[in-house]
């Protein structure tokens, strides 16, 4: 596979050109990556044209995912999803009618803030059984189709996170096909899956049927900070295909990063070569762990293959407890909360950091289970729309003093950036206490 941002970028490199052009380090090695950090100079393309060695390493990534059209992101996911939004809500517009999404409630904070910019009304699936995280929200196509049922008008799209940040995997099939019934384009927060594609077989949202997604290709496959996709599906409705660049260049900076870029660029080689047989490698070994940690005592949740999401109350720690103990003995998890701990592995872990991670746990003593609290969130009472909310001038106050008031900033918990109190939404006494478990004390109302 070509790597047509990479070969531009080395021969510049190589021509020793004066450089008279931003950025300010000329290309000086002060801090490794420069001489590589490009900007849209003469054949260098631009990100949000249709055309140009940018597009042909697009291109590429779109012949790998099986994907209509897939558009590189140096924003990650975050851009990607407001892109995929603003194409939906766009080419569905409707004279007289406000767009509305109906989305599961563990919406990043990247969906409510297209909310915020896009003025788009949301209606929340809420899971019906309590979870014990709030990034999950474990809805079926059953789920989908009571909730679209139950809404006064058609909505414009559904929105859905699959994988969630504890590694829970929706069953996106089913739920397209809800989706076809009722003639909804079916849009996909897939941030943490990009390397589904690459299974034996495939467990990637495009292959289920879903109509757009967003991949952070930095979370999950061998690629820098920052470097995502949007993915179109080929069967898409026609009008998505109208102007994506155009739509997401309104999101995004007009100073996209060449290394990114060219992370993406040589990602497209490593995936059309080695990276399929080395993640088929890697399945085994993420497997065994797990089996090994459950043996040890530890409750895990989640069925996404390369994560490990460890529940320690029942062995008697709180998550935050149990991600201290592993930073003591070198290891730095990805996330940790009073319940969960989250690490991500991928195929570049070597065997011996399988061997820490199970000797670090099996140091740990048992101890008597602390009782979890699984998390129920309340049906959102929305007051006023996401945008005049986050849109105005808040008062700060202490959380126990917002009984009955409207929230003015989406509260969320802190990473992975879930929603606990959306903008617009009444603070009832059952958000305040998750608030409090989540260690939020102030918050801004209207
Ligand atoms: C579920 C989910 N969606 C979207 C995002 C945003 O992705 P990015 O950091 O690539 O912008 C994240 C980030 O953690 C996430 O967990």
Do not use: W
């Not at 993915?231 to 990114?260: C, E, Q, V, W």
């Not at 909310?389 to 918990?413: H, Q, Y």
Request: aromatic residues 8%; contains cysteine.
């Amino acid at each position: 596979m070509t790597t047509p941002i990479c070969d531009f970028v080395t021969e510049y490199c190589l021509s020793r050109k004066v450089r008279l052009h931003m950025p300010g380090h000329k290309g000086a090695a002060l801090h490794g990556l420069e001489p590589f950090d490009i900007t849209e100079i003469a054949g260098a393309g631009y990100l949000y044209d249709n055309e140009g060695i940018i597009s042909e390493s697009e291109s590429n990534a779109a012949l790998l995912f099986g994907s209509g059209r897939t558009l590189y992101s140096t924003e990650g996911s975050s851009l990607s999803i407001k892109t995929m939004l603003a194409i939906a809500a766009t080419a569905l517009k409707e004279e007289g009618k406000r767009p509305l999404i109906l989305a599961s409630r563990n919406a990043h904070k990247a969906f409510l803030d297209a909310a915020c910019l896009l003025d788009l009304d949301v209606s929340f699936i809420m899971q019906s059984a309590p979870s014990p995280s709030l990034c999950q929200c474990f809805i079926t196509p059953k789920d989908v189709k009571a909730a679209i049922e139950s809404l006064e008008t058609k909505p414009t799209a559904v929105f859905v996170t699959s994988p969630d940040y504890m590694g829970s995997i929706l069953d996106i099939k089913g739920i397209k096909e809800v989706c076809r019934e009722y003639s909804l384009p079916l849009l996909v927060d897939n941030a943490h899956g990009a390397y589904l594609k690459f299974l034996q077989k495939s467990l990637h949202p495009l292959d289920m049927g879903a109509d757009m997604c967003c991949d952070s290709a930095h979370k999950t496959l061998p690629v820098y900070t920052g470097g995502g996709y949007l993915h179109i599906n080929a069967n898409a409705d026609k009008r998505f295909f109208d102007d994506p660049k155009g739509l997401m260049s309104i999101f995004a900076s007009t100073s996209p990063s060449y290394i990114i870029m060219q992370s993406l660029d040589f990602c497209n080689k490593v995936l059309s070569n080695e990276f399929p047989t080395l993640l088929e490698n890697a399945l085994p070994k993420a497997d065994k762990a797990k089996q090994e940690i459950a043996d040890m005592g530890y409750a895990l949740i989640g069925k996404e293959p390369m994560k490990i999401t460890i529940m320690p109350q029942s062995y008697g720690y709180t998550g935050n407890e149990l991600a201290d103990h592993l930073r003591e003995n070198d290891i730095e998890p990805e996330y940790s909360d009073p319940y969960a701990v989250v690490l991500m592995v991928s195929p570049y872990n070597s065997d011996e950091d399988y061997e820490r991670l199970l000797f670090a746990l099996s140091l740990l003593p048992r101890k008597k289970a602390i009782e979890g609290m699984p998390i129920m969130l309340p049906k959102p009472i929305q007051r006023v729309s996401i945008r005049k909310a986050m849109l105005s001038k808040p008062r700060r106050i202490n959380v126990d003093e917002a009984e009955g008031l409207i929230c003015a900033r989406t509260a969320v918990s802190c990473q992975p950036s879930i929603p606990i109190a959306v903008a617009g939404e009444e603070i009832t006494g059952e958000i305040i206490k998750i608030l409090k478990r989540y260690g939020i004390f102030e918050i801004g109302v209207l």
